[in-house]
């Protein structure tokens, strides 16, 4: 493990909910839920705001619903994320030729590979000009962990949260891991956790007293080596800038449990040409498909197929996907459908179409017009998902608050502008459209800048030294700049489900994202 804190993990704070926050003026300082919205859809981030009601990510909606009833429900818009999230990544990768991005809002950086840090000061920097140059950029705000290991990195931004950088010094790491929970550690899960848990070990340094031999018996030789290692804070794992796909797959739950079988069949097809789309996309094609079914009774089976080479031809894998759905059971209906292509490579394999219809090696003469028709429902295009742009020829642009009965409720404003005035219309109004998201950025100019961090240094040194133990209190070096935009989420959890948490020290906040008119109104349901 190397001797200075060079590893930097970055972590956005409740990404996609601080991002619809920042897009829409009205739902600053209130509880924001973005996920599913049909009867079986999940959360997929929650505002901090929410997060005081006990609503989390991977939380049902129906049940965040009844623990949050006044928070405004969203539909995710991942086109808009990504868009952020590239500009994220792209000030990482100023940084340094190592970036390992883990999903749109997470990434590792090793800033020795990139020269931008050597020892504790330049680290410290470093972090603290990426978190100044995102809010600047994104409007939005991060919490930076650096450390000597990608563990400790992200341990250390868990605990940075919200909005926050939090050191880790190079030989306090035992002691800062000794008082924290087993479940703190990567790939100790829930089932996991409870297994050591009724051995009597409930923290790392009980962990690291069990000894390796005792850990092999209770979880497996693999995992009982990589616990023992991690208690004692090894953990050599570089920072890896490509991290190669190993499949590309898509699938849909429904509402209600689709029990005829030919549009099971019609639905396998479709969720076939969107992975197709997918795979084309990123310029791969694979060898083996794989049909994912989740029945009525959450049971859930997976069926693959390999062929004779790649290929991103989508009638070869509807044609596959069809073969393989054929030798499943779907009489008590089905809530999840699933179509994927693994054995991944960037080239294809002229002959497939034969292969996949069972003929002789003639290659691929057409491909059915069923693509065409999948496309086809362009009116189901006029659906208004709940946080979705849309603008009026009149009005100008807004969001859609809600819609049903023919009719769509809209809110305008934009990222710049003072909350907007509810309007509604309906659902086939000429004059309204939807319409690409605005850009954050013109709401926060040049703020989070480094004079304003020194602000707050007391409070956040206290937060941190009350977190830890007396041994742990030298390990860990809060940032002095907990900096917090005027309208910032004031609230506490750790952005991803089972993180570290941290109480909530705002209970202020809470009457906000109850309050009148702008938090109710705001709640996205027809």
């Not at 190397?2 to 897009?23: G, K, N, V």
């Not at 005792?214 to 920072?239: C, I, Q, S």
């Not at 295009?381 to 809600?402: K, T």
Request: aromatic share 4%; glycine share 10%.
């Amino acid at each position: 493990m190397r001797s200075a804190p060079t590893i930097l993990h970055l972590d956005m704070d409740a990404f996609f909910a601080s991002a619809e926050q920042a897009s829409k003026p009205s739902l600053r300082g209130k509880a924001v839920v973005v996920g599913g919205l049909g009867p079986r859809g999940v959360v997929a981030t929650a505002s901090y705001e929410a997060r005081v009601f006990g609503v989390h990510s991977a939380m049902p909606t129906a049940q965040a619903r009844r623990l949050a009833p006044n928070a405004a429900y969203l539909m995710p818009r991942f086109a808009f994320y990504r868009s952020i999230s590239e500009q994220v990544m792209g000030l990482l990768r100023a940084l340094s030729p190592l970036v390992e991005p883990l999903s749109l809002d997470e990434a590792f950086v090793d800033l020795e590979a990139g020269g931008a840090a050597w020892d504790e000061e330049s680290a410290r920097r470093v972090g603290k000009r990426l978190r100044a140059d995102i809010r600047a950029v994104t409007g939005l705000t991060g919490s930076v962990g650096l450390a000597a290991s990608k563990m400790l990195a992200k341990i250390a931004s868990e605990r940075a949260k919200p909005d926050g950088l939090v050191l880790i010094r190079p030989g306090t790491e035992r002691a800062l891991l000794g008082p924290l929970s087993v479940r703190t550690l990567p790939g100790v899960g829930p089932a996991t956790g409870d297994h050591l848990r009724r051995a009597g070990i409930h923290t790392v340094e009980e962990l690291a007293e069990a000894g390796e031999d005792e850990l092999v018996r209770l979880v497996g030789k693999a995992h009982g080596h990589a616990l023992y290692a991690m208690a004692l804070a090894h953990d050599e794992r570089p920072v890896v800038a490509e991290r190669e796909a190993k499949s590309v797959s898509v699938e849909d739950t429904y509402d209600v449990d689709i029990h005829d079988r030919v549009r099971v069949g019609l639905e396998v097809q479709r969720l076939a040409d969107r992975c197709v789309r997918r795979l084309r996309g990123a310029g791969l094609s694979g060898r083996t498909i794989v049909l994912k079914v989740r029945r009525y009774d959450f049971s859930t089976l997976t069926r693959s197929e390999t062929l004779r080479g790649p290929t991103d031809d989508p009638a070869v894998v509807r044609e596959a996907a069809a073969r393989l759905l054929d030798s499943v059971d779907t009489t008590g209906g089905v809530r999840l459908l699933g179509v994927g292509v693994s054995g991944l490579a960037d080239y294809t394999q002229e002959d497939l179409f034969a292969q996949a219809a069972g003929a002789g090696p003639e290659g691929p003469e057409e491909e059915p017009a069923v693509e065409p028709a999948v496309e086809q429902p362009a009116p189901a295009e006029r659906r208004w998902p709940a946080g979705h742009d849309v603008r009026h020829s009149v009005y100008g642009h807004g969001w859609v608050q809600g819609s049903g009965l023919g009719r769509v409720t809209v809110r305008f404003e934009t990222p710049d502008s003072e909350p907007g005035r509810v309007r509604t219309f309906r659902v086939e109004d000429p004059e309204l459209e939807p319409v690409d998201p605005l850009p954050l950025v013109a709401r926060r100019p040049g703020s989070g800048g480094e004079g304003e961090t020194s602000a707050g240094s007391a409070d956040r040194g206290s937060d941190a030294a009350a977190r830890t133990s007396p041994e742990a209190a030298g390990a860990m070096s809060p940032d002095a700049d907990r900096t917090r935009a005027p309208d910032a989420a004031e609230g506490a959890a750790a952005e991803k489900a089972g993180g570290v948490a941290q109480a909530s020290s705002e209970p202020a906040s809470l009457p906000k994202s109850r309050s009148g008119t702008a938090g109710g109104a705001a709640t996205s349901r027809p």
